[in-house]
């Protein structure tokens, strides 16, 4: 079955460089979802998107963006990059009605900020 | 706002022996939902098992069973028979109904399986 697909897997960037990350779900599921897992840590909720449209968002700096586009994938841009912005960035995606519908999370991008 | 609380960041059980790892949670909701999920070396999150909040019966997946009491809120998670690829990084996770409704995770059970 398809998963979630997240690209690049892995992406070295210097300080104050920008980084975007891709995700594209599986198919016909309509919302996505972005965490981020530093090193040690929980994931925690970054911002969601239901039908393309900025459904949650939780506590994503002002120096990142994302957008969910026509064929649903969803990029991440981050800019002014520090270093404590390395960590594991998820991407999950599910079916957004019913209320409950399984969240599929991708294998992640590691971003190392040097 | 909700939290979950995971107690124990570390725990190790033998091959084949039966280990329960906890969780705590707190929220003012009457119906949600709660997860745990898997983090192995390859760092993929994987989802172990599902429970309603308005369901009374315990979930169980195969090996793994939770323990749900909702007046304490309490969320455990049972593993019979331990085996080695068991071993991983698991989180316990809470959910409120709705669209595009975020996880909010525990801060994770580190397990050893050992031989």
């Known amino acids: 079955a398809a998963g979630v697909i997240q690209s690049p897997r892995h992406l070295i960037k210097e300080k104050r460089e920008t980084a975007t990350l891709k995700c594209y779900p599986i198919?016909?599921?309509?919302?996505v979802y972005w965490y981020q897992q530093g090193p040690g840590q929980d994931p925690q909720f970054l911002i969601s998107f239901y039908e393309k449209m900025q459904s949650d968002k939780g506590s994503i700096p002002d120096r990142f963006s994302a957008q969910q586009f026509s064929d649903y994938h969803s990029e991440l841009n981050m800019s002014s990059l520090e270093l404590g912005d390395s960590a594991l960035y998820f991407c999950?995606?599910?079916?957004?009605?019913?209320?409950?519908?399984?969240?599929?999370f991708g294998p992640g991008t590691r971003l190392t900020v040097l | 706002a909700q939290t979950v609380t995971q107690s124990q960041p570390e725990m190790s059980v033998q091959e084949a022996e039966t280990v329960t790892l906890s969780c705590t949670y707190d929220t003012s909701e009457n119906n949600y939902y709660l997860f745990w999920y898997k983090q192995p070396p390859s760092r993929q999150m994987i989802l172990v098992i599902r429970?309603?909040?308005?369901?009374?019966q315990n979930a169980t997946e195969n090996r793994f069973s939770v323990n749900f009491q909702k007046a304490a809120k309490s969320f455990s998670l049972k593993i019979s028979d331990s085996q080695l690829g068991d071993t991983a990084m698991y989180f316990c996770?809470?959910?409120?109904?709705?669209?595009?409704?975020?996880?909010?995770f525990g801060t994770g059970t580190r397990l050893q399986v050992t031989l």
């Open positions: 429970q309603e909040a308005y369901k009374q």
């Open positions: 198919p016909r599921h309509d919302t």
């Open positions: 996770a809470f959910m409120k109904p709705g669209t595009a409704s975020k996880l909010t």
């Open positions: 999950a995606s599910s079916f957004g009605q019913p209320s409950y519908n399984e969240q599929f």
